[in-house]
């Protein structure tokens, strides 16, 4: 069964794909898209690894690492907006995305170090 954080991380994972095809496309911008989608859809990936995870520890890495990712995925799009590759309103709608999943692999994480000790 796909869980919450899956099901939105893979909805966020479509969204980058798209933002960056775009990006490419249209504005001609590709090394930040590049880097852009790698991150972002590298979240999903690693939760999908997460749910296969061998030991609690390597639950807890896979979800950090998750982590690790929407946050350079914070970075690259506030690069996006700050570089007007992004408009405020693009911006605004998928970085709420991002801030979500972002607050949902916090909670996941605290909650499997408590866990795990």
């Known amino acids: ?34 880097q852009l989608l790698r991150s972002g859809t590298s979240v999903g990936a690693n939760l999908r ?18 982590l690790k990712e929407i946050a350079e995925t914070e970075y690259w799009l506030e690069l996006l907006h700050e570089t007007q590759l992004l408009s405020d309103k693009e911006y605004q709608s998928i970085q709420n995305d991002c801030s979500e999943l972002a607050r949902l692999l916090i909670a996941i994480v605290k909650t499997a170090k408590q866990n795990n000790n």
């Open 1 to 34: 069964m796909e869980s919450l954080v899956q099901s939105k991380s893979l909805k966020f994972a479509v969204r980058i794909y798209k933002l960056c095809r775009d990006l490419s496309d249209d504005k001609r911008e590709h090394i930040l898209a590049k």
């Open 49 to 66: 690894e997460a749910q296969y995870a061998q030991s609690g520890n390597d639950f807890i890495s896979k979800n950090s690492i998750a």
